[in-house]
T-cell receptor
């Protein structure tokens, strides 16, 4: 079945450091891929998405590219801020289904 | 403001005492879903609904019930809660269609069953 694997956290960085959070997936066909962010005490919010191979999703300085050949959707940001501290979830949905399958989440902590 | 509203935010109860967590959305979304979030397991789907009077089991439905009598509301019912249902619960909604519509989440309900 479909599944998502993300790197374990927490990821601890200093402000302005480069961020990569790895995400790989297993799916039949061509799923849509998402990154959601969960700030403390809140629900998840969509950060970015990509719906086909080689698409790049981007938002708030974060980027992720849909790589079919490596079944990956790694999240990157060139310069993190303290306000980026949150839990990040990679997720996928198959075609013709609204069900989202989530990874286990990666906590990011950014220190000044 | 477009939102998904869950109540209560926090709930402490005892084993066997029936409870309901409410969920309401004001975006006229057909699709609604309940997830539970547990450390190391991410989010797992409990139940979902494609439209009024249409509900179906997710990956972890045991011990839960739902109903969808109106489009905006999708309550989660625990008839006889047990300690293994202690978790953080999220309701979500979206426009259904081909798997690329983003989910809108509520702020969560933290349930503790003693």
């Amino acid at each position: 079945g479909n599944s998502v694997t993300q790197m374990e956290g927490p990821v601890t960085l200093s402000e302005e450091a480069f961020l990569t959070i790895n995400c790989t997936y297993t799916a039949t066909g061509y799923p849509s891929l998402f990154w959601y962010v969960q700030y403390p005490g809140e629900g998840l919010q969509l950060l970015l998405k990509a719906t086909k191979a080689d698409d790049k999703g981007s938002n708030k300085g974060f980027e992720a590219t849909y790589r079919k050949e490596t079944t990956s959707f790694h999240l990157e940001k060139g310069s993190v801020q303290v306000s980026d501290s949150a839990v990040y979830f990679c997720a996928l949905s198959g075609k013709n289904t609204d069900k989202l399958i989530f990874g286990t989440g990666t906590r990011l902590q950014v220190f000044p | 403001e477009a939102q998904v509203t869950q109540n209560p935010r926090y709930l402490i109860t005892v084993t066997g005492k029936k409870l309901t967590v409410t969920c309401s959305q004001n975006m006229n979304h057909e699709y609604m879903s309940w997830y539970r979030q547990d450390p190391g397991l991410g989010l797992r789907q409990i139940y979902y609904s494609m439209n009024v009077e249409v509900t179906d089991k997710g990956d972890v439905p045991e011990g839960y019930k739902v109903s969808r009598k109106e489009k905006r509301n999708f309550p989660l019912i625990l008839e006889s809660p047990s300690p293994n249902q202690t978790s953080l619960y999220f309701c979500a909604s979206s426009i259904p269609g081909q798997g690329n519509s983003p989910l809108h989440f509520g702020n969560g309900t933290r349930l503790t069953v003693t």
